[in-house]
Nanobody
Framework: QVQLVESGGGLVQPGGSLRLSCAASGFTFSSYAMSWYRQASGKQRELVATITPGRSTNYAESVKGRFTISRDNAKNTVFLQMNSLKPEDTAVFYC?????????WGQGTQVTVSS
């Protein structure tokens, strides 16, 4: 069955870095657009970054220049490198796979930015 398993979240101080990973299985990973979303407490889920099968990327304005999305099709894994983290980046981060009407979600990983 389809699985998206996120890892790499945790507690980090402002200005620090984290690298999130999302391991995918059960579908043809290389043909899916992969995204990271986040949802802060009391707020709507928002798109953070996307990488297409052709490796084009786009980012939310709030994370441009700080976050980098990448993918390793050989390992069926998508990454989100997060640098210069701010307290407002605190959220549950979700991995998302999308191709046409097929959409899959991971269970989420908590990122907390606090001193």
């Amino acid at each position: 069955q389809v699985q998206l398993v996120e890892s790499g979240g945790g507690l980090v101080q402002p200005g620090g870095s984290l690298r999130l990973s999302c391991a995918a299985s059960g579908f043809t990973f290389s043909s899916y657009a992969m995204s990271w979303y986040r949802q802060a407490s009391g707020k709507q889920r928002e798109l953070v970054a996307t990488i297409t099968p052709g490796r084009s990327t786009n980012y939310a304005e709030s994370v441009k220049g700080r976050f980098t999305i990448s993918r390793d099709n050989a390992k069926n894994t998508v990454f989100l490198q997060m640098n210069s983290l701010k307290p407002e980046d605190t959220a549950v981060f979700y991995c998302n796979a999308r191709r046409s009407l097929s959409v899959y979600w991971g269970q989420g990983t908590q990122v907390t930015v606090s001193s």
